[in-house]
């Protein structure tokens, strides 16, 4: 007797056992609140270069911004929730997951982790509920790899600061509320939470993209921009604050890429299966199913990984190399798959009625950006051999 088809391609190892009941019932919440909101819509969204900035107040009364953070409004999950829902986002569009992941787990977390009381009060439950938008000041026109030479300045002048430079690809930035800017001074990098509306500091969107279409990327620009000193984050004191925000959202990453991975791979099946070719389903040729049978065992391997680096975060046990494997691997994986899957649909895949290409094009961002995969191959191989390829 011939079994029935998967109706996940996570199927394939029983994933699902390998996680709690909360667990799943948080992802469940998420995939159909997208279901009903956004994959009806996203690729209008995606084609017309538009993100649903209406949403944001649903996403926060979703529970998803900030959702591994703990007080502050903020729903203090599991990592391993955390991954889920970003999963279940990016299986719609990684604009949406990206989204996400600069509000909670780089905005959010720059203040929650390095930040004054005060700054915690002021702007946790505004971002945690959606009724304000963040961003994240550190990538450069000319260092995007290398922050440690960064040239945006801030100087003090009396008890202020005056802050001046430039920052690029910055998501949300031109609809956020509120930017954290990374910025050298004479005592180390040091962060800053810059408002909208402050004198000396614009935002200009960046047009014609190819990627992250249905998602706002901009240009940040502060000329003279003055900052009491309250502004400043008091906990971030080097390079490494803006690091470890980093690490928080590859983190997401990893879940998430795997979410555009499964949605490619369901296309291909369900197209699979309908598609007749030569009289028959193009799901019954040799070569089709091993495209399958492959893509499967890459997807549910990534699984397997992020849920180990989840256990990890969880024990507080994880190491950046550890979280730099997760990206590689994982975005690398769903890139792979997307494009694979792309050619079962034929020329049809070329359209926006199916998502492989749609996410294909995202991910090629998500391999760029919170370091390229070169980055995290280095950051890899110094963790095997102690030397450092960066200097």
């Known amino acids: 007797m011939t079994p029935a088809p998967l109706s996940d391609p996570f199927d394939l190892l029983d994933i699902s056992s390998q996680v709690g009941d909360e667990e799943r019932d948080i992802q469940a919440t998420v995939r159909a609140f997208l279901a009903e909101r956004v994959r009806p819509h996203i690729a209008d969204w995606f084609e017309t270069a538009t993100f649903p900035r209406e949403l944001v107040p649903e996403l926060g009364k979703l529970g998803v911004l900030g959702m591994h953070l703990t007080g502050y409004g903020c729903a203090g999950t599991s990592a391993t929730a955390y991954g889920l829902a970003c999963l279940e986002l990016e299986a719609v ?106 004198a000396g500091f614009t935002t200009h ?57 499964r949605d490619s791979l369901q296309a291909a099946l369900d197209y699979a299966d309908s598609r007749i070719q030569f009289g028959r389903s193009i799901s019954g040729f040799q070569l089709t199913q091993r495209k399958l049978a492959d893509m499967a065992v890459s997807l549910n391997t990534g699984m397997l990984l992020a849920l180990h680096l989840a256990k990890l975060k969880e024990a507080g046990r994880i190491r950046p190399e550890q979280v730099s494997v997760g990206k590689l691997n994982n975005v690398r994986a769903a890139l792979d798959i997307a494009r694979e899957c792309r050619t079962i649909l034929g020329a049809n895949g070329v359209s926006l009625e199916y998502a492989p290409l749609r996410h294909a094009n995202n991910l090629e961002s998500v391999l760029t950006y919170e370091g390229t995969e070169e980055i995290h191959t280095l950051v890899v191989g110094q963790a095997l051999t102690g030397v450092s390829a960066f200097r």
């Open 93 to 198: 569009d990684s604009g949406l997951r990206s989204f996400v992941s600069v509000q909670g787990s780089l905005a959010m977390y720059s203040i929650w982790r390095y930040g004054s009381e005060d700054q915690k009060q002021q702007w946790l439950p505004r971002l945690a509920a959606g009724e304000a938008i963040g961003c994240f000041g550190l990538t450069e026109p000319d260092h995007g790899s290398d922050p440690a030479d960064m040239s945006t300045r801030a100087v003090r002048d009396g008890g202020d600061w005056i802050l001046n430079g430039s920052k690029m690809w910055i998501t949300n930035g031109g609809i956020a509320d509120l930017a954290t800017v990374w910025a050298s001074t004479e005592e180390g990098v040091r962060g800053f939470l810059v408002p909208r509306g402050a």
């Open 205 to 261: 969107d960046i047009k014609q993209k190819l990627s992250m279409r249905a998602s706002v990327t901009s240009e940040l620009v502060f000329e003279d921009v003055r900052l009491p000193d309250s502004a400043r984050l008091p906990e971030a004191r080097s390079l490494g604050a803006p690091l470890g925000c980093l690490n928080e959202a590859r983190f997401g990453i990893l879940f998430g890429a795997l979410g555009a991975g």
